[in-house]
Every structure is written in structure tokens, then in C-alpha cells.
């Protein structure tokens, strides 16, 4: 098998102010403006002595024009309103098969945000967005992502909008002096795709297809971080933490289903330079996460850890040493569920001359795994690593 697949693009884009006015918390303004974006996707595939080929061009054109409307009492209060309106010309071309279109564009966004004092702030967010496939994603021919994974659109579907709507509400607090900073954020995005994948294994060839069938799906999320400085050993502890369930639906054999992970993910990291000739950094993450389809739990939960640690260590002044350690874990096969890597770097200074020893895999690990489950589809990556190596370099420094 064998496949080429070669993409280009092109955007350009102009803006003008029409009315301007100012009075005292108040600012209005009228902008006209432009967009165009051209788009091509080439793809040969070769397979099995049967060659086919693809040759996806569009276009698309746009004009609007933007009120802005903008409140504010100085630092205190403000409040921001844009809202896009317009028109979208869109052209699509693959070999015999062309259309055109025209579309509505409205794309309205407001932030409102309080201050109530120099450390705490509270903002409000809004926006809705639009979007075209890429031209890739139109083509009829069938490409394949990798090895066991093909994708094409055999129904030779049109082109349709896709919108997002997005709304975050958050709190921050910060207090430079104190090295003290935090925040809290509840965010909800929903998603309107007018076109659908389904897929289907057909010799083992998972074969994504364009369905004519519109899907949506919603996100919520919370995200809670905090960090905390010290002027002992220049050193700073920050923590995150994010709860959430993203919603999607699926098309399988044409049939639609309703998939769903709730997750979770921890994170603390410390840094900080004991003594002049060391420095210690260190990375924790947790991750938690269940998958539904159709409601029905798809198992128990499942869970994983990654660790990095490192150290920068000056024996003297012209010699570092910087050793890396990263651990993976996780709990979705029965096999490979550890990964332990060690990565060491030397370096020594030499006048203008820097010499260097990187030693990576030094535990010669050959083997890593990825998984992804989105309740839906559940599927895994394994990847052939290189084993231990060891490169020896030298630099100069030309003053």
C-alpha cells in the first residue's frame, strides 16, 4: 500500500471601522469587514494495484459587519458585546462533482467582568462559533489515517455549518506579593455537527464513512487550580483539579448511540533550588475516568498515574548533570500496564566549547501503550520504542 496525501491553504482577511462614538462608561462601534479561505486536498492511494485518486478545492467568502457595544467603571466593571453578522459564500470542487452554497453567519460573543477588589475577580464568558469541514474530511475517495483506519465520504455529501456554543463562568484570586494565586471555573460547550461519521470493520479495517445524520454533543466541565510561592529554596507548589462528563453521539451500521465519559484528573507539581548547585522538579498527575453507551456502564472505572521527577545538579561550575525519571501506569490491560523511563544528560563547559552526553531509555523500555475510550469506540496504541541510547555532541559559543 501506498499513499500520498498533500494539502494546502490560504486565508485572508480585512476589517474597517464605519462609526465610531465615546461618551463618558460608553463605547459603540460599527465594523465592516472580510474573510476568504481557500482550501485544496490531493490524495493518491495505491492499494492492492488499484489506484485511486482525489482532488477536493473550496472557497469560501464572507462579509459582515460588527456592532461593539462596551460598558465599563474603569477596572471595577466591565462589559463587552460583539456580534458578527453576515454572509458566507461557499464553492466546493472534486472532479466532476461541484456545488455552491450560500449561508448565514452569526457569531455573537460577550464578556462581562466584576473586580471587586485588586485581588479578586469574577468573569463571564460567551461565544458561539463557526466552522466548514476541511477539505480533507469532503473528499470521496477513501484515505486511510493509518494501517487499520480509513476514512472517505462514498455519498458525496454536501457541506454543512458546524456550531459551538461556549460559556465559562470563573473566579480568580491572586496576590503578587504573597506568591498566592487561584481560580475556579464551570464551563459548558455544545456542539452541532451537521454531518456525521459512522464506521464499520470490515477485515479487521475500521472504515469511518460521512453520514448524512447531524449529532451534537455537550461537555461539562469544573476546573479548580492553585499555586502557592516561597521566597525558602526559591520554591513554588501548585495544584489543579478538573471533574467533567463530555456527551457525544455515534453512528454505528446506522444506527445513532449515545456515549458519555465522566472523568476526572489531579495534578501537583513542586519546584525548588535547595543550594546553589542543585534543583529539584517534580510532576504528579491522576486521572479517573467511566465510560457509558446508551446509558450502560461500560465496566468499572478506570485509572492512571504519571510521574516525572528531575534534578539539575553542578558538581562545579563547568559541570551539570540532569537526570529525568517518568513513570506511567494505567489499569485498561492486564499487560504493559508500567512504563519506567530514565533519561540522563551531561554536560560540561569548556571555553567556548560545550560538550554533551544525552543518554536516553537507559532502562531500555521497548515497549509503550495508549488508550482512548470515549464510550463509543474504545482503542488502543502500541508503540515500538527505540531502546537505550547514548549521543555524544559538542557545541561552540561564537563571541
Known amino acids: 500500500m501506498d499513499q500520498t496525501v498533500r494539502q494546502r491553504n490560504l486565508n ?17 462601534n460599527l465594523n465592516g469587514g472580510f474573510d476568504a479561505q481557500w482550501q485544496q486536498a490531493k490524495t493518491e492511494l495505491n492499494l492492492a494495484e488499484n489506484l485511486t485518486s482525489g482532488n477536493q478545492r473550496t472557497w469560501q467568502l464572507g462579509a459582515n459587519i460588527t456592532p461593539k457595544f462596551f460598558l465599563h467603571y474603569g477596572q471595577r466593571f466591565q462589559w463587552l458585546i460583539y456580534m458578527p453578522v453576515g454572509f458566507e459564500y461557499y464553492t466546493s470542487t472534486d472532479g466532476e462533482w461541484e456545488y455552491d452554497k450560500m449561508f448565514f453567519s452569526f457569531k455573537p460573543y460577550t464578556n462581562l467582568t466584576f473586580k471587586p477588589s485588586e485581588r479578586l475577580s469574577f468573569a463571564l ?22 494501517y487499520r483506519t480509513s476514512i472517505s465520504n462514498p455519498y458525496q455529501l454536501e457541506a454543512k455549518i458546524n456550531r459551538t456554543i461556549k460559556t465559562a463562568l470563573s473566579a480568580s484570586y491572586q496576590s503578587v506579593l504573597d506568591m498566592l494565586f487561584g481560580g475556579v471555573t464551570l464551563t459548558h460547550a455544545y ?7 459512522g464506521y464499520d470493520v470490515t477485515d479487521d479495517i475500521i472504515e469511518y464513512i460521512r453520514l448524512p445524520y447531524a449529532t451534537s454533543g455537550n461537555i461539562w466541565q469544573g476546573d479548580q487550580t492553585f499555586s502557592k510561592g516561597f521566597f525558602k529554596w526559591n520554591s513554588k507548589i501548585s495544584e489543579s483539579f478538573t471533574i467533567g462528563s463530555s456527551q457525544n453521539e455515534f453512528y454505528v451500521d446506522d444506527a445513532m448511540h449515545r456515549g458519555r465519559s465522566n472523568y476526572l484528573r489531579a495534578n501537583i507539581s513542586f519546584t ?19 465510560t457509558f453507551t446508551d446509558g450502560i456502564a461500560n465496566g468499572n472505572a478506570k485509572h492512571t498515574f504519571t510521574n516525572s521527577t528531575s534534578f539539575v545538579i553542578w558538581p562545579c561550575k563547568q559541570l551539570s548533570l540532569m537526570p529525568t525519571v517518568m513513570y506511567y501506569y494505567n489499569d485498561y490491560s492486564a499487560s504493559y500496564r508500567n512504563n519506567t523511563f530514565l533519561n540522563c544528560n551531561i554536560e560540561y563547559s569548556l571555553g567556548n566549547a560545550i560538550l554533551s552526553l544525552k543518554c536516553s531509555n537507559l532502562l531500555d523500555c521497548r515497549i509503550f501503550r495508549r488508550y482512548n475510550d470515549n464510550g463509543i469506540i474504545q482503542y488502543s496504541s502500541q508503540y515500538s520504542l527505540r531502546g537505550r541510547t547514548i549521543m555524544l555532541g559538542i557545541r561552540f559559543s561564537i563571541k
Not at 461565544?127 to 473528499?139: G, K
Not at 535547595?274 to 491522576?286: C, D, L, P, Q
Open 272 to 290: 525548588a533550588s535547595f543550594a546553589r548547585w542543585i534543583t529539584f522538579e517534580t510532576s504528579n498527575e491522576f486521572s479517573l475516568s467511566k
Open 125 to 146: 464568558t460567551s461565544t458561539c462559533e463557526e466552522s466548514m469541514p476541511a477539505a480533507l474530511s469532503l473528499m470521496a475517495q477513501r484515505r486511510y489515517i493509518d
Open 191 to 197: 456542539s452541532y455537527n451537521s454531518l456525521s461519521n
Open 12 to 28: 485572508t482577511g480585512g476589517t474597517a471601522s464605519i462609526i465610531a462614538v465615546a461618551v463618558p462608561h460608553f463605547m459603540f
